[in-house]
Structure formats: C-alpha cells, structure tokens
C-alpha cells in the first residue's frame, strides 16, 4: 500500500512550529480560526490577511473549518434559517479570499434521525426540505466562488444518510467530510460500522479527513496511536478512494503533530 500524504488542521497562531513540515511536502492543510464568531461579527479580513501573512509561499492545498455554533443546517425556522445561509456564505467569501478551496460543515444527523427515516409521519421529508431550504443559496455561492462544501460526520448513527444528502443536493459545490474520532465514536455508542466503512461508503464524494484518535467513550483527537482505530483497515480504504480527499491531523494538542504522524509514517501508512 502506497503511503498517504498526510497534513494538519491549525489555528493560524500554530501555523509557525509547523512550518517546515508543511512546506516540504506542500501537505494538505486546514485554517481553522474561521470556526468562531468573531471573526464574521467584526469582519473576516482581518483573519484572512494574517493567514495569508503566515503562509506566504505555501503550495499546499487549503481548506478551512466553517462556523458551526448554533448554525444547524436543517433548521427549519425561515427566519433563522437566513441568518445561518448569510453566516456560510460570509464564510465562503472568506475562504475564497484566502485560496482556500474547500469548507468544512456539519452533519444535522444523528441516532434519532436514523430511527425516523421510515417511521410514516414524513419527520426525514421536512428534515430534508429544511436542509435543502438552507443550503440553495450557500451552495449557489459555493459554486460561484469555487469552494467546495465538505459535511463532517458529528453524530451519525450511520454513514450512508450524510452521503445520500450529498448525493441528493447534486451539487459540484458538495462532498463529504469523515472524522475517524467521530466515526468510531459512533461505532461505540451506536453499533455504527467501523471507520474504514465510512470510507467505503463515501467512495468518490469523499474529499476530506478529520484524522484523530480516541478511547471509544469521547471525542478526546488523540494522536494516532493513541486510541483504538483500526489505522491500516482505514488508510486502506483511503488508498482505494480516488476523490483526492484532503486528509489532516486535527489533534486537541497541536504540539502533538510530530507524534501522531510519526506513528503513522512508521506504520507506512502515510508519508
């Protein structure tokens, strides 16, 4: 098995203990400041020239972490509904003014969705309606602007109703996103099927990895290693994905970077 080029997930202020590694390898890397607030509230270019600052020089490919907080994509209420479409849509403003070509998003789904997919009173119809209600005008500016919006499994039961959505909202601007902690989270909570099973459903429309490690009782973004993922049966699966999907380290502790791709390196799974 060929060894995957592996990247990071960062806070602009990390950028720099990284560096090198990033650059000698133009890895795959994801800006991650654009998850608060804060920076739409007050205006994002400030963010994106400190970024831009940080990574003078820099060939990798970018992408960043979109706003989630409050911001679920299947809010029905209309009125609520414009404010989360303007808050993705700032977002991707951002991210193309940066260079950054894709965004992550999160998955509205969870065990109680999974339960009422058939249960004859139309909850996943509206649930669908909603998001699709949502995400038209996001996606038409994602389309414009060439960002690519990734959907990160949070707390999927199971991984085929993410990928049916994006398949759904036909899209070029739409793909998913995997987080192995998440998905093997789910496993243990719900009986969900391993990691490497989420890859193989995505196929294709898979374009970015949340990679990190965990215990099985919370989302603790270990170092590879450190948990109980099965990395070779999930670096197999992402070695028979040709989508080209963006795959990055998003650890709790940015330091431990080295660590965690080290072990991978030393296991020849990524490069």
């Not at 963010?47 to 979109?66: E, N, P, W």
């Not at 992550?104 to 649930?127: A, T």
């Not at 791709?261 to 296991?267: N, T």
Request: charged share 25%.
């Amino acid at each position: 098995m060929t060894a995957l080029k592996v990247g990071a997930a960062l806070m602009i202020e990390d950028l720099p203990r990284h560096r090198e590694w990033l650059y000698e390898a133009d890895r795959d890397l994801e800006i991650q400041d654009f998850v608060h607030y804060d920076v739409f509230r007050n205006g994002w270019q400030d963010t994106v020239d400190r970024a831009k600052a940080a990574l003078d020089g820099f060939q990798g490919r970018i992408g960043i972490h979109g706003p989630y907080h409050g911001l679920d994509i299947d809010n029905g209420d209309p009125e609520l509904r414009d404010v989360i479409a303007r808050r993705f849509v700032s977002a991707i403003e951002a991210a193309d003014a940066l260079g950054a070509r894709q965004m992550v998003i999160h998955s509205p789904f969870n065990l109680w969705s999974h339960h009422h997919r058939h249960d004859g009173m139309g909850r996943q119809d509206r649930l669908m309606s909603a998001i699709h209600a949502l995400l038209r005008p996001v996606l038409a500016s994602a389309e414009t602007h060439g960002v690519t919006l990734v959907v990160e499994n949070c707390d999927d039961a199971v991984p085929e109703t993410r990928r049916e959505m994006v398949e759904a909202l036909a899209s070029t601007a739409i793909a998913v996103s995997i987080d192995t902690g998440h998905a093997q989270l789910s496993r243990r909570m719900y009986g969900a099927p391993p990691v490497d099973a989420f890859v193989r459903d995505a196929g294709n429309l898979l374009k970015h990895v949340h990679i990190q490690d965990l215990d099985g009782y919370a989302d603790r973004h270990w170092p590879p290693g450190d948990g109980e993922i099965e990395w070779r049966a999930v670096f197999q699966a992402l070695a028979e994905c040709t989508g080209e999907p963006h795959l990055v380290l998003e650890l709790k502790e940015p330091a431990e970077i080295p660590k965690g791709f080290g072990y991978l390196r030393d296991q020849g799974l990524a490069a």
